[in-house]
């Protein structure tokens, strides 16, 4: 592994780290989620549905398949009326979808019949709902209701952790590290400025660190052959 010397670093300052997030994120595809309340989608089983649909699956497909869904059907009544092979063929395209489309008509049902319909409000409440982790229950409740939550994807993870602002081995340690530190003005928004910087920045092999407006804070922790 060759050996790569950084220059000297500023000061990790949080406030400045995401003014220029948002400078360098503004022109980039938007993170699958914010994209589709900004779309209008932002009811909190609109946001849970597609956080489901988003497991394994890109943003780039995340998008136009819920999009396709939500035509359809957009409340937990109506997805418990869809015949489960209709549901099949409308999340054509993201990975699963058999399964997928078994699991969104049981959580439907679940949340017209024990819940009144309305989805639970609360982390134990989302997380009681089988295949509902950490990160999909804080995206429901972070993008749909404005709660304070930290949806730790892989490029949140990924991205923190090369900064040197935490010091983790996996999303769900990254989420309790990035809790006790980060600022709760910044909980919701991490997640919407770092997946896109994740996926066209600070990306999985070969950063774009020489350009990176990061680059005078960020310790690039692990960065060993950067662009």
Same mark, same amino acid.
Not at 4 to 17: G, H, N, Q, R, T
Not at 119 to 127: F, I
């Given at each position: 592994?060759?050996?790569?010397?950084?220059? +000297?670093? !500023?000061? @990790?300052?949080?406030?400045?780290?995401?003014?220029?997030?948002?400078?360098?994120?503004?022109?980039?595809?938007?993170?699958?989620?914010?994209?589709?309340?900004?779309?209008?989608?932002?009811?909190?089983?609109?946001? +849970?549905?597609?956080? *489901?649909?988003?497991?394994?699956?890109?943003?780039?497909?995340?998008?136009?398949?819920?999009?396709? *869904?939500?035509?359809?059907?957009? #409340?937990?009544?109506?997805?418990?009326?869809?015949? !489960?092979? !209709?549901?099949? =063929?409308? *999340?054509?395209?993201?990975?699963?979808?058999?399964?997928?489309?078994?699991?969104?008509?049981?959580?439907?049902?679940?949340?017209?019949?024990?819940?009144?319909?309305?989805?639970?409000?609360?982390?134990?409440?989302? #997380?009681? @709902?089988?295949?509902?982790?950490? =990160?999909?229950?804080?995206?429901?409740?972070?993008?749909?209701?404005?709660?304070?939550?930290?949806?730790?994807?892989?490029?949140?993870?990924?991205?923190?952790?090369?900064?040197?602002?935490?010091? #983790?081995?996996?999303?769900?340690?990254?989420?309790?590290?990035?809790?006790?530190?980060?600022? !709760?003005?910044?909980?919701?928004?991490?997640?919407?400025?770092?997946?896109? @910087?994740?996926?066209?920045?600070?990306?999985?092999?070969?950063? =774009?660190?020489?350009?990176?407006?990061? *680059?005078?804070?960020?310790?690039?922790?692990?960065?060993?052959?950067?662009?």
């Amino acid at each position: 592994m060759a050996f790569v010397a950084f220059p +000297l670093k !500023e000061p @990790f300052d949080i406030d400045e780290v995401f003014a220029r997030l948002r400078r360098v994120t503004a022109g980039l595809p938007k993170a699958a989620m914010f994209e589709l309340r900004d779309r209008g989608y932002n009811s909190p089983f609109e946001q +849970l549905v597609a956080s *489901l649909i988003s497991a394994r699956t890109r943003d780039e497909t995340t998008v136009p398949v819920s999009l396709r *869904l939500f035509a359809v059907a957009r #409340t937990p009544e109506a997805f418990v009326g869809l015949d !489960e092979q !209709e549901l099949v =063929k409308l *999340l054509h395209g993201a990975t699963f979808p058999e399964p997928k489309a078994r699991d969104l008509k049981r959580l439907a049902r679940q949340i017209v019949e024990e819940h009144g319909g309305q989805v639970p409000d609360t982390m134990e409440g989302l #997380t009681a @709902f089988s295949g509902v982790g950490p =990160k999909i229950a804080a995206l429901t409740l972070a993008v749909a209701l404005n709660r304070p939550a930290i949806p730790v994807d892989i490029h949140v993870h990924r991205v923190t952790n090369r900064w040197g602002y935490v010091a #983790t081995s996996s999303p769900e340690s990254t989420m309790r590290a990035l809790a006790a530190k980060l600022p !709760e003005k910044y909980w919701i928004e991490i997640n919407e400025r770092l997946v896109p @910087f994740g996926k066209f920045v600070c990306t999985g092999t070969r950063p =774009k660190c020489s350009t990176c407006a990061l *680059l005078s804070m960020c310790r690039q922790v692990g960065v060993v052959n950067p662009r």
